[in-house]
């Protein structure tokens, strides 16, 4: 009993664990029906909750586990979550072959379009079979597929999926438009204007229009195009597509003659695009040349130009000829020479390079350009009815040209000259003349005005070649040539009260001058005074004192006198110099007092003249004509202490020994010597007082002290070499005077390895075989070697060498770029020298040392010491130059601009062409960009021969223009050098970067 008990109680159990167990099952089973349940009722967000407690209470094995998860993805689907496109994803990888995949693979192809992920969709939908889909869906499917396919630009597919659609509300107007649209695409333009007709009063109207508005146009109907058009423009007036709108209205008021509506629809197209088509432009362009507007026209015509076919070529040529309507020749001559250059039409090239040639030569021929166009148009174009004008104008531009040495062989190519090109010639040769001088190749400029004269006509310009070659031969020091080409000059110009004649008769004056033939310099520098109309000019009194100095030369003391009290009572700048001379007068008539007094004059008023120590030196020596040694002493000495650098000083010194021994203070004469020759070794003071003392010490019984003290000199023999030392100098000496350089060299390098130790160095001897090894290895451009034998005299103090040696190495050590060792020789050159042209020579070339390590403070200073002394032109063009582009490296503008203006007027120079450049490049900077293209206009019209600054100018105007917007002028500039400039330099560079910066911008606006 208790068995059966048990078994049944186990039963029991049994029963009641499956019972639960069952319901437990049943509970589970109800959620995913419940899910489905709400699924079919689109009830989405209910159904994935009830599908997920489902699984979150069944294992994976579980048979509806798939389903589950399958439902759970739809509904993400359906719900647009974001993660659905992982949800499904992640479900496919999961089960691969669950019989839902073309279910799920529709709702990832529908899922991408949405996304405009168009080719993953197609790679979807392409697993769908649209019979599986019911109608609403089949309709999805058709459209997104054609959808997809179109933006692939598979028309004819997409337009077989729109097709497919059946007519119903969802779709209707888009399978009609989409349908158009892949007809149209596919160039079928009567059956999509068709179905864009259909699209009219639907929501596609405003695409359909424009779509029937460039039907029309392909389809050559532009009267409907013009309706289409304007009722696009009028229904949809903010449509994007309303550029290609204006630009076809504007093409067909073109085609139509109806140039006023043409302009007002084509800059509408132009406001609302950024880039514009370059027919279109030339379309704009045209109409306004049409309507007389040239401005506006040249404005559009411009803008195609940016590729070189037949539509560039006739806006070239059509902005050439609005350009003359508007007398803008310059502008006219590039345009005319691009259109030459593209050239695709015989004709139009031809009177391309004709208005091209006619527009330089009006211009003026910067580059050679003028020649070079009617050489290459006779070349061309020999038969041409132009051809006869063509060969009338080709003289008168040879003598326009700048560039003189490619005119010259232009010429001299031409087998028969006629008159006229010789004339031309004749006026080439004396330019080529004229610029070799300026240059300072004198030679140069010698030949080509000789050729010149002898080219001479009835309306040539022989006179001024002979004024030319005259002050050449002068500046070559061939006075005898100089004088008789400046007499013919004077004889053959027809105004001798011009600049022209005063400056022959001053340097005529100058030639008899430097010939000593005092009574005709005078007579030509008298004519010269009475000429000159400036009578304050530096000029006029320095030829007052060469008068005074005539009559000085003469012994007419008395004329002398007057003509230098003219020039002191002038305070100019030579008054120190006729103070002095007028004093030295008074000497020689012995009015010693008066003499004494005008020399403390000058040195008190000019304490720094040159003459200064002269004076101090010369009122000594009027007490020494008076007896009075001690108070000549006492000047001397003044000498000593404020100019010893001075070689005056050498003078001052040995008169002090003199005049001890002429007063019997052979003591003190003795002393006096010995500091000549501690002062100044190798003198040939040093020599005279070194006899002197010899003399005194004879005299005092005292030989031995003068052995000892030469012997402490490192002299042997009190004073004289000794016989072999004498013979090796004498021998190497006249080696030396032979001018045989060879030989001299090793000779006097021996002798002085031999005979001039440190102890001997500053002997006679020794100091005159060094200058004369220093000028063998100058002589035999030895330059290196020279440098270090100058060098030692340089710094010798008091050896007679001393002045010529500081200015050999002072010039060796500056063309070997040693700048800083060059203005140490330059600068103890200014102390030492007393002639003034020395001194002025040093102090140039200290300014130029400063100037070539750019020291621009010490430039400045330096140039300031040059200008307020009498100088050529030449120097004070140069120390201007110098002082310009220092003050500009200082950013001192306002003082720099002063020599810009002064300099830049004279473009026959670099300077002068560069200053030109300079002062318009300022302007530029300062964004005055009229004032600076009047400056590079005004330096062209003078046609400088320096041909880099005009090509710099033409770049800087690029630059204006680029500024101003307006790259079409910039790039006329441009291509202007790139075809006529041909120097090898930086300008290249410049061109073409500025251009291809041009062709950029003009690719980002105008295709």
Known sequence: MKKILVVFLFFLASQLLYAQQTQILSNKHHLFEEGKSLFVQKKYGMAKKAFQSYLSEVNENSGFYADASYYIACASYELNDPNSESILKTFVEKYPYYPMQKRIAFMLGRLYFEQKKYKQAINYLGQVDPYDLNQEEAEQYYFAQGFCLLQQKEYQKAKMNFLRISYSDSYFDEKNYYIAYCDYSLGDYTAAQQGFERCKLTKYEEPALYHLLQIHEQMGNSTEAVKVGRELIQKYPNNPNNTEAFRILGESAYKNGNYQNAILYLTEYEKLTQKVQREDMFILGVSYYKQNNYKSAIKYLSKATTQNDEIAENAYYLIGQCALKTNDVQRAKMSFYSAYSIGTDKRNKEEALYNYAIATYQTGSVFGESTKAFNQFLNEYPSSEHADKILDMLASAYMNESNYDEALK??????????????????????????????????????????????????????????????????????????????????????????????AFYTIGYCYFYQSQWANSRQWFTQYLSNEPDKKSDYYYDAQCRIGDCYFYERNFTSAASAYTKVISSNSTNTDYALYQKAFIKGLQKKYREEIADLQSLIKKYPNSVYAPKAQYEIGRAYVLQNKYNDAIGQYNVVLEKYPQNPIARKASLEIGMLYENMGQNDMAIAAYKKVVERYPGSEQTNVALESMQNLYVDKNDVSAYIKYTKSLGLSDGGSSSKEDSLSYIAAEKVYAKKDYNQAIPALDSYLSRYCTS???????????????????????????????????????????????????????????????????????????????????????????????????????NANILLDSPVTPEVEREARYCRMKSLIALGNWTEAIKDVEALKNDVSNSIGAESAFIMAEYYFYQKQLQQSEDEIVAFIDKKSPFQYWIARSFILLADIYIVKKDDYQAKQYLLTLKENYKANDDIEQMVNSRLADIDTRYKETIY
């Open 410 to 503: 232009a010429i001299n190519t031409i087998k028969k000259p006629n008159a006229k090109i010789q004339q031309a010639k004749e006026y080439i040769l004396f330019r080529l003349g004229v610029k070799y001088f300026n240059e300072k190749k004198y030679k140069k400029a010698e030949d080509a005005l000789s050729q010149s004269i002898l080219l001479k006509n009835s309306q040539s310009i022989t006179q001024q070649a002979y004024l030319f070659r005259g002050e050449t031969y002068f500046k070559t020091a061939d006075y005898d040539k100089a004088i008789s080409d400046l007499k013919t000059f004077v004889s053959k110009n027809k105004n001798n009260n011009t600049a022209d004649a005063s400056k």
């Open 759 to 861: 102890s001997k160095a500053t002997t006679l001897n020794c100091v005159n075989a060094t200058y004369y090894l220093a000028e063998s290895y100058y002589e035999k451009d030895n330059t290196k070697a020279a440098l270090e034998k100058y060098k030692i005299l340089a710094l010798l103090d008091g050896n007679e060498y001393q002045e010529e040696s500081l200015v050999k190495a002072g010039e060796i050590a500056f063309d070997q770029k040693q700048f800083d060792e060059a203005a140490k020789y330059f600068k103890k050159l200014k102390e030492v020298s007393a002639s003034p042209q020395t001194r002025f020579k040093s102090q140039l070339g200290i300014l130029r040392c400063y100037y070539r390590t750019n020291n621009h403070s010490q430039v400045v200073d």
